[in-house]
C-alpha cells in the first residue's frame, strides 16, 4: 500500500500524472464501449446466443411460430420418424389453434421455449411491455402443455436489444437465443431445393432456424435431417447443445397415425415459403404486415410438379423460382432484410436515445483523452 505522501509524489510528477489521466480515460472509455456492445457471457442480463460450442459435431433444428397447424403436425411427423430431437418456440397466442398438437409436442418431449406472447418487435417495446411479453407467454404456454416452458427467449425477428436482455433475466431466462444457420423458409422466395442448400450452411454448434408455418418447411426437413447427418452431424435439442438443465416430463412416443391422423403428410403447395394461415388466425403485428393474409390468393400447387422429399435435389434445375411475392414474408428474420445472411441475424437493435447519448459520450471521452496527452506533452517540454 502506498502512504499519501507517497501518492502526492507520484502525481506530482508531469509525465505520471498524464499517463494517470490517459488510462482513467482509457478504463472509463472501455467501460462505455461495454454498454454499446452486446452483452457477453457474465454480463448483467440474459447472455445473447447465436449457436453452441464449435468443438463440438452437434447441430440444433429449432422451428417458431406455429401459425399453421397442419404443417406443425408434419413437422413433427417428421421428426418422430427419424429420430431426430428439435425445440419448438411459438408464438403463444397462436398455441389455441391446436392446442392438442402443443400437447402432443410436450408429452413427446420436445423442449418448448419461449417466443413472446403476441409476436411483436421487442426492440420497439419498453422494457416493462417487453417483459410482460415474455412473462404472458410463459403463463399461457405452460397452461397449454401442462409442462415446464424451457427457460430459452428466441425475440421475434431476431429483434432485441439492452431492455430485451434485462427483461429476460428478470423473468428468469438465463439465455436469449438467435441463430447462425435459417433455411429462410419465410422469404417467400427460392425453391425448397435453394432452401435446403441454405440450411445445410450449419456447421459443427450451429442452429437452425426453421418455421412451425411455411408449407415449403416438411418438403426441406427430410432431407436436411439426412444431409446434417450424412456429415456426422447430431441433431440434439437446444438445451443439450447449450449445456442448459432442462427434464423433460414423461416421454410418450406417438405414432404417425396418432399425429397425423387423416392429415396427408405433406403440404400441397411444395414452392416457396408459402405461409398459409390458418382459419380464424391472423398473425399479430408487425408479422401481419409481413405475410399474406390468410384465405389470400395462394401459388397453386397443381402448377408445380408433383414432387417427393426424395426427389428435392433435382427440383431445383427442373423448374423455375417461384415468383416472388411482392413485400416477401419474413417471421423471423427483420423486415429490412428478408434475405438476412445467417450472419446479420438478430443483431442488437441500435438507434435508441440510450445508445445515441452512450455515442456522444464517447467522443468526448476521445477529446479528453486527447487534451490530456497534449497537456502531458507540453509540461514535459516546459521542464526541460
Ligand atoms: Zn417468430
Known sequence: MRSPGRVANLLAVPRRAGLGIAAA???????????????????????????GPRSVTEVA????????????????????????????????????????????????????????????????????EQLKQIESAKVEEERITGAPLLQVFRPPYGSWNHATVAAAATAGYPVVLLWDTSDRDTSLRGTPAQMLAAAEAARNGSVILMHCGPNATPWVLGPLIDSLRAR????????????????????????????????????????????????GYTPP??????????????????????????????LASSTAPASASPGGASADIASTAPTASPTSAGRPSTGSMTDVIVLVVMVMLGALALAALAAMTRRRRRSR
Not at 472509463?28 to 461495454?34: K, Q
Not at 399425429?259 to 390458418?278: F, K, N, R, T
Request: glycine share 10%; aromatic share 6%; charged share 10%.
Open 61 to 128: 433444428l429449432t422451428f417458431d411460430d406455429g401459425s399453421n397447424p397442419e404443417n406443425c403436425h408434419r413437422l413433427l411427423a417428421i421428426l418422430e420418424e427419424k429420430g431426430a430431437p428439435a425445440t419448438f418456440f411459438p408464438i403463444a397466442a397462436a398455441m389455441p389453434l391446436d392446442l392438442e398438437f402443443w400437447r402432443l409436442l410436450a408429452d413427446a418431449g420436445f423442449p418448448i421455449g419461449n417466443h413472446t406472447m403476441t409476436h411483436p418487435n421487442m426492440a420497439t417495446l419498453s422494457e416493462a
Open 232 to 279: 456426422g452431424l447430431t441433431l440434439v435439442t437446444v438445451p443439450k447443445l447449450l449445456g442448459l438443465a432442462w427434464q423433460p416430463g414423461p416421454v410418450t412416443v406417438p405414432t404417425t397415425a396418432q399425429i397425423l391422423g387423416s392429415l396427408s403428410p405433406m403440404p400441397e403447395a411444395s414452392m416457396g415459403g408459402v405461409i398459409v394461415g390458418a382459419a
Open 285 to 314: 403485428s408487425p408479422g401481419a404486415s409481413l405475410r399474406p393474409t390468410p384465405g389470400a390468393p395462394q401459388p397453386s400447387p397443381s402448377s408445380g410438379p408433383s414432387v417427393t422429399p426424395s426427389s428435392l435435389p433435382s
Open 25 to 51: 480515460v482509457f478504463v472509463a472509455a472501455a467501460l462505455v464501449s461495454a454498454m454499446l456492445l452486446p452483452p457477453a457471457a457474465g454480463a448483467v442480463g440474459a447472455v445473447v446466443r447465436y449457436n
